[in-house]
């Protein structure tokens, strides 16, 4: 039974490491840096209890990633809340009102401080209480752990102490940073999913050292002991040095033996490990920072807005106070108008004798009358809408996409109207614009091109040349029927079925085809069901080279720690015979070496290194007698590159045991050092084997377009927004997927900024790098101001820029970026190619603060993170490369096309109503601050308040707030359908013509325009003519209850008129609000003196008799809205913005009529628009100069 439990082990064991070649023991300087700074960890393992563990006293595994804890929660959330400057003013003018210098009683102040203070923190507690739960949750997951005499016991994650031993079981969590001692595989290999750690699909293999892989149960950690040193806890995923002591012999430790918390142990029973990190010295937790603090400008005006308001309150107290000081000094002169101030008895207050004191203690008490200039609940206001709008981009079914089950998502409420105010896009191409579902669809094999499929790129070829895409009779005239097999679209009879053995070169056909299914480290899944294999790849274009070597007849099948097996067909007996060829190293692939290489050695003890890479670096290592092919294979790469398809070349060569002995031995050297140069000296073992290699051919695999991307594209280019592409793909491969997108066009002029020119390349074969850098800049700067040069030359035509990776290097240098900035924002399309992720992050940059418009990134793999964080919206596109972009995202979408739907519809709805809310709350304030102002002017600026204490206080809270909040949320100044069909509108947003000085003054100025319309009205009509049947003139409280109503009333009807698209609840919010505030006035009215004060039945017994106050609202209501009715009407009839426009179109029926609707979105076109839509245009202008050059020609 033992003997077949152990096959059936060695049978499941699928899953290996390929970083094959066993651990020598460290040399001495590599065990220098153990115990010396950052190196300083000691875990005594299973002895978490001993003496020497505890005295280390490591922090323990209870994780916390809440903002606040039960102590702190109050004075921090406090403190968050006055940092803003408005909530801090309003704390002041609280204190301030328990002084006798209050115009006011002091609830009336503190209460709504409190409310709005209160609501705020309500959130903050609720979001924080979330955080809690979910660190509950995990805190409290259970793992076995070791206890005594070999028996594991379930525990809380939080229990969990360094130098534990655990047990993981399958599809369980690892709760700690684990050395990995064992696994269910006589190997000691296990498989991981890093998806929470880094975003990566692809699963992980890890191996534990050789000496601890036999420890296979449970009994056997009886009496195991291990002593670690190890590096300190930090933030790097994908480092681990250290060391182990086991059995009295040191053996070095790497990140093969690192499993991470909130990694996933998959396809394998069950794992052995000890705890080495727990709690925050995790790495997951090292890398847990702060998103960067984005603010929209909006908000940034917003605070600016703010801040003039505090300038027009203290100019407003300090003219007050000046015009006081002197009324109150004139008091000492006979005949006084103020004779009931007995200036001769007063206090400070009022003194005669002392009025610069008079006047500065009244700057303080005007400077908290005037208080209402500030809107004390916009900030909370703000953040409700903001959530509301946030939930209905999450729900909206257009951007909800079926095949990955995965709806819109803003991570972020923060950034909702900038979505309205994009003026660049910049994004990734691979996963973004294409699917990053890769195809094998050619390839070039001893100088013969096979495949014979039609790319998307090579239809978008045959469209910009104005011709139907061509095709001898052997090629169909159509593209070949779709391959139902996944990663595989290749046609062609001449390799098909066998068919490849009647080819002349059918021996390197075999090679080639046998590299793909060796070199790789894709993992075979046999169904035990079926049979049917399937394969787990860290990549699609490694699954997709092994699914067409399968495909052409050489299958891998099996894969085990030392060696793969594949059916190929055997050239001798034509039979298909199994093949294995043991893995001795794998040489990774990253994005230095832009190539990965295995060696093995097959059946008949040949030694080969198979290779597959880059152009830009294969060719370069090719042995004189390897490059037969290589000529017309560079042709063909370029042909491929042409079609938009991603290539690699492939070359082998032939080993000799000392060859590979003295390598093995200096890479074995490299992989087990520990030392700061490690790997400088993997690098240098690697330089020298992977040389003198004989070409093979080239791989095509295409990386279709995503649906919708062109249409998208085209819309968002109508809409005025700027699009650039920065990718790391080959210039010739962007290109072509700039013309599949319509970013380039027929005639549009490309300006190619590179370092091939034959200057630079002689410069680089002399070597030296201080000439080369100083060449290779020159070269780029001159290139530059010739293009900035060709811009000025041709004002009427559109140009594109396209530029490689090792230009930018010297174009974003401080003293070169502003001029490469101009450039490419003269051109219509910008392509960055060959970009690194720190490139892409430094475009965007420059983009962002160079231009100061709004850029937005959009990405969908860690590569893109620096990119998404430094724009100021970040979408992350949740594909197929992890979820590393999303989580670092501010809102995720499934398809590129949905940022049509985002931008156009949302962002432009998002942006009117925030600014549209944010205007108007500061009217309204302005409104009901002047008319304070006008009642104290009237009362000889004594701050006699015009209102109720208590009418003041709820004004921003109750009677004008709830109707702002339904315009934020609710408002539509045209359908989704018109945002779509006239693109045209997003401009309002880019020039943010809404949110513009001019229009945020200019509602100011409505303010103060209704608030002296409500003032002398009142004032004219009420004072002093009878207000009732008995004769009775209006008292003060009388005075006040009418103008509170009549600034209810007008506030209420002005929301109603600027309101474009009711609804239910915007009617019940508007007139509710003024319901509300006569059932205050009666509920109020009728309490007791002691708290009703002067408004104690002053609705009941005073106003509801009198018809005066009924046509006083009236007359108030309507003349107040007058000056803005006239405005808007005129300003609509002859200057109409574009939602004017569009409104006035659907209003007229107009928007049937194709003709004219074209004649509209027209207007948005420029000459460096792109999509197909300005290309359909620039192709019909083109062709109209062409037929009058024709006609001159012809007549003249």
Known sequence: MKTNSRRRKLHLSKIYTFKCGRASFLSNDDHSQIGGPGYSRVVYCNEPSSFEAVIRDYVDNYVSTTKYSAATFLPKSLFEQFRRVANFYFLVVAILSFTPLTPYSAATAVIPLVIVIGVTMLKEGIEDWHRKQQDIEMNNRKVKVHKENGVFDHTEWKNLRVGDVVKVEKDEFFPADLLLLSSSYEDGVCYVETMNLDGETNLKVKQALEVTSSLHEDSHFKDFKAFVKCEDPNANLYSFVGTMEYEEKQNPLSPQQLLLRDSKLRNMDFIYGAVIFTGHDTKVMQNATDPPSKRSKVERRMDKIIYFLFGLLVTMSVVGSVCFGFLTKEDLDDGHKRWYLRPDESDIYFDPNRAFAASVYHFLTAVMLYGYLIPISLYVSIEIVKVLQSMFINQDIHMYYEETDKPAHARTSNLNEELGQVDTILSDKTGTLTCNSMEFVKCSVAGTAYGRGITDVEKALAKKNGSPLMVNDQDSAVSPKKSSIKGFNFKDERIMNGSWVHEPHLDVIQKFFRLLAVCHTVIPEVDEGTGKISYEAESPDEAAFVVAAKEIGFELFKRTQTSVSVHELDLVSGKKVERLYSILNVLEFNSARKRMSVIVKDEEGKILLLCKGADSVMFERLAK????????????????????????????????????????????????????????????????????????????????????????????????????????????????????????????????????????????????????????????????????????????????????????????????????????????????????????????????????????????????????????????????????????????????????????????????????????????????????????????????????????????????????????????????????????????????????????????????????????????????????????????????????????????????????????????????????????????????????????????????????????????????????????????????????????????????????????????????????????????????????????????
């Open 625 to 1196: 007698s390897g490059r037969e092919f290589e000529e017309i294979t560079r042709e063909h790469v370029n042909e491929y590159a042409d079609a938009g398809l991603r290539t690699l070349i492939l070359a082998y060569r032939e080993i000799t045991k000392d060859e590979y002995q003295i390598f093995n031995e200096q890479f074995s050297e490299a992989k087990n050092s520990i030392s700061a140069d490690r790997d400088a000296m993997i690098d240098e073992a690697t330089e020298k084997i992977e040389n003198g290699l004989i070409l093979l051919g080239a791989t095509a695999v295409e990386d279709k377009l995503q649906q919708g991307v062109p249409e998208c594209i085209d819309k968002l280019a109508q809409a005025g927004i700027k699009i650039w592409v920065l990718t790391g793909d080959k210039m010739e491969t962007a290109i072509n997927i700039g013309y599949a997108c319509s970013l380039l066009r027929q005639g549009m002029k490309q300006i190619t900024i590179n370092l091939e020119t034959p200057d630079i390349i002689a410069t680089e074969k002399g070597g030296d790098k201080d000439s080369i850098a100083r060449a290779s800049k020159e070269s780029v700067v001159q290139q530059i101001i010739e293009g900035k040069d060709l811009l000025t030359a041709s004002s009427t035509e559109a140009f594109a820029l396209i530029i490689d990776g090792k230009s930018l290097t010297y174009a974003l240098e401080d003293d070169t970026k502003r001029l490469l900035l101009d450039l490419a924002i003269g051109c219509a399309s910008v392509i960055c190619c060959r970009s690194s992720p720190k490139q892409k992050a430094l475009v965007t940059r420059l983009v962002k603060f160079g231009t100061g418009k709004t850029t937005l990134a959009i990405g969908d793999g860690a590569n893109d993170v620096g990119m998404l964080q430094e724009a100021d919206i970040g979408i992350g596109i949740s594909g197929v490369e992890g979820m590393q972009a999303v989580m670092s995202s501010d809102v995720a979408i499934a398809q590129f096309r949905f940022l049509e739907r985002l931008l156009l519809v949302h962002g432009h709805w998002c942006y009117r109503r925030i600014s549209s809310m944010i205007c108007y709350f500061f009217y309204k304030n302005v409104a009901f601050g002047f008319t304070l102002f006008l009642y104290e002017t009237y009362a000889s600026f004594s701050a006699q308040l015009a209102y109720n204490d208590w009418f003041l206080s709820l004004y921003n809270v109750f009677f004008t707030s709830l109707p702002v909040i339904a315009l934020g949320v609710f408002d539509q100044d045209v359908s989704a359908r018109y945002c779509l069909k006239f693109p045209i509108l997003y401009q309002e947003g880019i020039q943010n013509v809404l949110f513009s000085w001019r229009r945020i003054i200019g509602w100011m100025l409505n303010g103060v325009c209704s608030a002296v319309i409500i003032f002398f009205i009142c004032i004219t009509a009420l004072d002093p003519q009878a207000f009732n049947k008995d004769g009775k003139i209006g008292d003060h409280s009388i005075v006040g209850a009418t103008m509170y109503t009549c600034v209810v009333w007008v506030m209420n009807c002005q929301m109603a008129l600027a309101v474009s698209y009711f609804t239910l609840i915007q009617h019940v919010f508007i007139w509710g609000g003024i319901a509300l505030w006569y059932v205050f006035l009666l509920i109020y009215g009728s309490m007791p003196t002691t708290l009703s004060t002067n408004a104690y039945q002053v609705f009941v017994e005073a106003l509801v008799p009198s018809p005066l106050y009924w046509l006083v609202t009236i007359l108030v209501a309507v003349s107040a809205l007058v000056p803005y009715s006239v405005y808007d009407a005129i300003q609509f009839r002859f200057f109409p913005m574009y939602h004017g426009m569009i409104q006035w179109i659907r209003y007229e029926g107009s928007s049937n009529d194709p003709e004219f609707c074209n004649d509209v979105r027209q207007r948005s076109i420029r000459l460096t628009t792109v999509g197909f839509t300005a290309r359909s245009i620039a192709r019909t202008n083109s062709s109209l100069k062409r037929h009058e050059w024709y006609s001159r020609i012809t007549f003249d």
